[in-house]
């Protein structure tokens, strides 16, 4: 590589005498070590080398609920996701703010929102940093071959992740597997099912080859592990109605050494960072510029230092039972702004939690962790895996929630559901479950779609069936493919 920088001033002053004198120099004396920012040619060498690529597959995943995409940040599942359901109203300044929420909330959402773009372009960014992992990191010579085997699995897990977000956002996307050339960026859309496939095709791989964080160092802690695959396949498996597999994967899952929280309030606070429930979390720091997570400021009141996006409805708040335990842990009440005055607690910062409002590194941070994979979810995905085939246990997984939530209080506190309970009456109690305990977690509107309870619950609201379901593929990228990626139906 050619630098001529550092030699410009002398270039300057001697080029009579540079000119005269190249007859007789070497051309190396213009050909000198690369120093500063790593480029592709001369980065991927050392085991030094891949632990680097693969922090920067990570980013992205850090950078949707972080300061270092605002409109990604409010695309997000805890915002954008649950925007419009029965859940929570997107609220604000006034009706109008924040017009790219507006648009999901009303049913409305157009090919140039803003926040759709920055999903897209974020995750085919860690999309991108994956398959860099994946096809530059098996040429490195490694001491140590079980990381070198670690690290790709941690990729292709990324690599699933980001699609995921993806299929969940716009259905069947393109699928890239390698590092593309000029002349090859524009691939058409695969359908759901192939994209399902795909990631599923990740996962098997990630999950054979990653180390469990039970007995890995503590070090390890916040990369993708084996119970983080398991579980993400438990949900990918859901989603697709697979529910044999839910249950197989399930299986493999529950005999790793997790156990519920004894503390449900506990979970969304610092003390439960990474508790013996966590499966998978985001991690985030206070106190620095871009480590912190932005959802805290977005959703908390605007008369506390937030923007007083994604407050609670009253139907979510009248889905918990009487003195469940866990709605004064899901909620807080703060009067004098626009909406309900009703706050999703479980990321906020002090008063209503033991995180710190961020001191250092401007306004976009905060410490709280996301929690994308808890073992209450899984057990609830589990029981709904074989409530037909096998009620009884799943029974039992519903109850190990119920129990855990009402904590120390009596018996009649959130009761145990009878063991006879079968059929639809078990289903429906499954799905109470997952809506009070997973409540503000951003799961509620792919819950309503994917169970085909969408039409009915949301209909009131502006939701078409066979439309929205998925939102629109960005005008942007319709548009430079020059109509090889196909637009969503409806849109």
């Avoid at 670690?150 to 897990?157: K, R």
């Amino acid at each position: 590589m050619k630098l001529y920088n550092k030699f410009t001033k002398k270039v300057k002053y001697c080029s009579l005498i540079l000119f005269v004198s190249m007859i007789s120099c070497s051309k190396d004396y213009l050909e000198v070590g690369v120093y500063g920012t790593p480029v592709t040619e001369n980065f991927y060498k050392t085991p030094v080398d891949a632990e680097q690529a693969l922090i920067a597959a990570y980013a992205p995943m850090n950078t949707m609920y972080g300061p270092g995409d605002f409109w990604a940040g409010m695309g997000s599942d805890i915002l954008m996701g649950d925007v419009g359901s029965d859940d929570f109203l997107k609220a604000g300044a006034n009706i109008s703010d924040n017009i790219p929420l507006y648009e999901k909330e009303t049913y409305e959402i157009t090919t140039t929102n803003i926040s759709l773009q920055h999903i897209w372009d974020l995750n085919y960014q860690g999309i991108l940093f994956a398959n860099l992992v994946i096809k530059k990191i098996p040429d490195i010579e490694f001491s140590d071959t079980n990381r070198k085997k670690q690290i790709l699995a941690e990729a292709h897990f990324l690599r699933a992740y980001y699609y995921f977000d993806l299929v969940n956002s716009f259905g069947g996307v393109p699928l890239i597997d390698k590092l593309l050339k000029l002349g090859e960026y524009t691939i058409p859309r695969a359908s759901t099912q192939e994209t399902y496939a795909f990631i599923e095709a990740d996962l098997k791989i990630a999950i054979a080859d990653l180390p469990s964080r039970f007995n890995s160092p503590a070090s390890y802690l916040g990369h993708a592990d084996k119970g983080a695959a398991l579980g993400y396949m438990m949900r990918v498996s859901l989603y697709q109605n697979k529910m044999d597999q839910v249950k197989e994967y399930g299986d493999q899952l529950f005999t790793l050494p997790y156990t519920l929280a004894a503390n449900y309030a506990s979970i969304f606070n610092s003390v439960g960072e990474w508790n013996s429930g966590s499966i998978f979390e985001i991690v985030c720091s206070s106190n620095t510029s871009n480590l912190g997570t932005t959802v805290t400021r977005f959703i908390s009141p605007r008369n506390q230092k937030g923007y007083g996006f994604m407050q609670v409805k009253d139907e979510l708040r009248k889905e918990f039972e009487d003195n469940d335990p866990r709605y004064m842990a899901s909620f807080y009440n703060v009067t004098g702004n626009y909406g309900t005055n009703w706050y999703n607690k479980k990321y906020s910062w002090a008063p209503n939690s033991d995180y710190s409002f961020p001191t250092v590194g401007g306004v976009n941070n905060s410490a709280n962790n996301i929690r994308v994979l808890r073992l209450s979810d899984a057990y609830l995905m589990y029981a709904e895996a074989i409530y037909d085939k096998d009620p009884a246990t799943a029974v039992k997984y519903v109850n190990k929630v119920r129990t855990r939530a009402r904590g120390t209080q009596p018996i009649t506190v959130v009761p145990d559901l009878a063991d006879t309970m079968s059929g639809k009456p078990l289903l429906d109690a499954i799905y109470h479950e997952r809506r009070v305990e997973l409540a503000g977690e951003g799961y509620r509107y792919q819950d309503l779609i994917r169970t085909g309870r969408a039409g009915t619950v949301l209909a009131p609201l502006g939701f078409v069936v066979g439309k929205n379901e998925v939102m629109p593929i960005p005008y942007t990228e319709v548009s430079l493919s020059q109509g090889v990626i196909t637009q969503n139906t409806g849109y």
